[in-house]
T-cell receptor, first 117, second 116 residues
Framework: DTEVTQTPKHLVMGMTNKKSLKCEQH?????MYWYKQKAKKPPELMFV???????INESVPSRFSPECPNSSLLNLHLHALQPEDSALYLC????????????????FGPGTRLLVL | KNQVEQSPQSLIILEGKNCTLQ??????????LRWYKQDTGRGPVSLTI?????NTKSNGRYTATLDADTKQSSLHITASQLSDSASYIC???????????????FGTGTLLAVQP
C-alpha cells in the first residue's frame, strides 16, 4: 500500500469555525508533512513530523495547529482562519525524513481543498 | 539562496509528439533531484529521482537527465498522451549540516497541455 489518504476532499468553513484535516498512511513511514499550495504555485512546506515529534515549523501562524497522534496519523487543526488561507492542503509521508537517504521519496496524498469564507 | 527554476511556464503540444521540460537549480549542497507530476487538484506523484552520480533515469515514456556540473535537469516525454496533461514539478533536496535533509525545494512547475 503506497497510498496517503486525506479527508475531507473539500472543506468550506467560516472564519469563526474550528475544523480539522486528517491524513493517514500505512506504509510504516516515520516522517509526515503538511504543505499548503495556492493555485498555480508550488507546494509550501508548513510542518514536518519525524517519529511523531514536530521537527519543523515553517513559521506557520498559530491558527494552524498540527497533531500527530501516532505514526500513521497526522491532523491539522484549523481555527479562526482567514480567506487568504484558502488553498489545497497536501499531506505527505516518507520513510524517515531525517536520514541522508538520497532516494527517500515523499508520497503525497490527494489533498484537501479548503475554502474560507 | 536555494532556488529551482523551471521553463517553460506552460506548454501546449499535440498528442503523440515529444517534449522536453527544463529545470535549473542553485541548491547546495545537492542531495537529489526529483520530478513530480501533479494533476489539477491532486497531490504530486513522483516520476523519477536522481542522485549526484546519476545522469539519466527513465520511467516508461518519461526520461529525466541531470547535469550536476551545470546544475540543470530535463524531463523528456515521449509520444505524449492526453493523460500527460498536468503540472510537472522539479524538486531538489539539499543536504543539511549533519548530512541529512528532510526539506524539499520546489520549482514553480511547467503546465503541460496535450491536445488531440
Amino acid at each position: 500500500d503506497t497510498e496517503v489518504t486525506q479527508t475531507p476532499k473539500h472543506l468550506v468553513m467560516g472564519m469563526t469555525n474550528k475544523k480539522s484535516l486528517k491524513c493517514e498512511q500505512h506504509m510504516g513511514h516515520r516522517a509526515m508533512y503538511w504543505y499548503k499550495q495556492k493555485a498555480k504555485k508550488p507546494p509550501e512546506l508548513m510542518f514536518v513530523y519525524s517519529y511523531e515529534k514536530l521537527s519543523i515549523n515553517e513559521s506557520v501562524p498559530s491558527r494552524f495547529s498540527p497533531e500527530c497522534p501516532n505514526s500513521s496519523l497526522l491532523n491539522l487543526h484549523l481555527h479562526a482562519l482567514q480567506p487568504e488561507d484558502s488553498a489545497l492542503y497536501l499531506c505527505a509521508s516518507s520513510h524517515s525524513g531525517t536520514s541522508g537517504r538520497a532516494r527517500e521519496t515523499q508520497y503525497f496524498g490527494p489533498g484537501t481543498r479548503l475554502l474560507v469564507l | 539562496k536555494n532556488q529551482v527554476e523551471q521553463s517553460p511556464q506552460s506548454l501546449i503540444i499535440l498528442e503523440g509528439k515529444n517534449c522536453t521540460l527544463q529545470c535549473n537549480y542553485t541548491v547546495s549542497p545537492f542531495s537529489n533531484l526529483r520530478w513530480y507530476k501533479q494533476d489539477t487538484g491532486r497531490g504530486p506523484v513522483s516520476l523519477t529521482i536522481m542522485t549526484f552520480s546519476e545522469n539519466t533515469k527513465s520511467n516508461g515514456r518519461y526520461t529525466a537527465t541531470l547535469d550536476a556540473d551545470t546544475k540543470q535537469s530535463s524531463l523528456h516525454i515521449t509520444a505524449s498522451q492526453l493523460s500527460d496533461s498536468a503540472s510537472y514539478i522539479c524538486v531538489v533536496s539539499a543536504k543539511g549540516p549533519s548530512g541529512a535533509t528532510n526539506k524539499l525545494i520546489f520549482g514553480t512547475g511547467t503546465l503541460l497541455a496535450v491536445q488531440p
